[in-house]
């Protein structure tokens, strides 16, 4: 089993920037394809953003792509999000999660899910 603790959310005005943080308790850390999901009030969960376990391929919803990046750092066993030009449809509870399928984080079926960190773009 694998746990995942997210970090980082918080309070910020549109065209702001965060850094999320997930730490992972598992020895297999650098196995794991991971990615990050979030979801709104009364919307459905959506893949954010995704990353393979060699950090060689990275997956980025439209709506994010070019504000986001995701990153990690096997040694530290942590994947990072840093997402910059906030808008307030970005306001979600965000969640990391990990599974030996990329296709199955992708598709928001990982078998690993921490609990969320909420981020709130408001002025």
């Known amino acids: 089993q694998v746990h995942l603790v997210e970090s980082g959310g918080g309070l910020v005005q549109p065209g702001g920037s965060l850094r999320l943080s997930c730490a992972a308790s598992t020895n297999a850390f650098r196995s794991y394809n991971l990615g990050w999901l979030r979801q709104a009030p009364g919307k459905e969960r959506e893949i954010v953003s995704a990353?393979?376990?060699?950090?060689?391929?990275?997956y980025y919803a439209d709506s994010v792509k070019g504000r986001f990046t995701i990153s990690r750092d096997n040694a530290k066993n942590t994947v990072y999000m840093h997402m910059n030009d906030l808008k307030p449809e970005d306001t979600a509870v965000y969640y990391c999660?990990?599974?030996?399928?990329?296709?199955?984080?992708?598709?928001?079926?990982?078998?690993?899910w921490g609990q969320g960190t909420q981020v709130t773009v408001s002025s």
């Open positions: 999660a990990a599974d030996s399928s990329s296709a199955d984080v992708i598709q928001r079926r990982s078998d690993y």
């Open positions: 990353i393979s376990y060699d950090g060689v391929n990275t």
